[in-house]
């Protein structure tokens, strides 16, 4: 995609988003810290969590970085993690009064916004040997695992996306208050498990950090 097309996508999402600027910024950490709460939720080593602009939103340079080889991660758990940025920012519409599910438009600019972890998810399933058009069911299943974390865990998202978007980032030990919250971590964790031996065959048998 060229620069121009960039810009113009970019308009074309702010326009369907409808949010101002302080607001565009607070969904783009919402984003990021979804991923972030269910990483770590998922024994993953979260190092940063960052946003970039108060005016700009899907232009890059916004992330969650996580200190580990992401080839060695389970498949389930990596694509939860990856589609977790997503179904935030969507719980976050919904909290505002717009939902995603009754939207197309706005489904769609999310997705746009979620463009490089979801050609992530399609990239792993790649290398298992998968079609788009196979892998899609798992995936789309796999969003129910990534919203039973983010629902057992929202106030948590809530806490860091608010603390990134006042800061800019968070690295390394800053990001502990908000992401070790034990009792949370334990409830999301189990139903997650739970979620796992539901689904056990929907992803080839690696052994989740879990250990479901």
């Known amino acids: 995609m060229s620069p121009e097309e960039k810009t113009v996508l970019e308009l074309e999402i702010r326009q369907t988003l409808d949010l101002p600027p302080r607001l565009l910024r607070l969904l783009s950490a919402v984003h990021e810290a979804g991923h972030a709460v269910v990483a ?8 940063e969590v960052h946003v970039v602009s108060h005016e700009r939103i899907g232009m890059g340079g916004d992330r969650c970085q996580i200190r580990e080889d992401m080839d060695a991660l389970p498949t389930v758990d990596y694509v939860a993690m990856l589609l977790a940025g997503a179904q935030a920012s969507g ?7 717009r939902d995603p599910r009754k939207d197309p438009d706005l489904t769609h600019r999310l997705n746009n916004l979620a463009g490089t972890d979801l050609e992530e998810v399609w990239a792993r399933c790649q290398t298992l040997g998968m079609s788009k058009e196979e892998a899609t069911p798992k995936v789309q299943a796999t969003i129910r695992a990534a919203n039973i974390i983010l629902q057992h865990r929202w106030i948590d998202v809530l806490g860091l996306a608010y603390a990134v978007a006042r800061r800019g980032s968070l690295v390394g030990q800053e990001l502990f ?4 919250r034990p009792a949370r971590e ?7 498990r739970v979620w796992q031996e539901e689904n056990a065959d929907l992803w080839p048998a690696e052994e989740s950090r879990l250990k479901a």
């Open 40 to 47: 770590q939720t998922l024994g993953m080593w979260v190092w």
């Open 91 to 97: 719980l976050w519409f919904i909290g505002r009064g």
């Open 186 to 192: 334990v409830e999301a964790r189990e139903a997650y």
């Open 177 to 180: 208050p908000y992401l070790h």
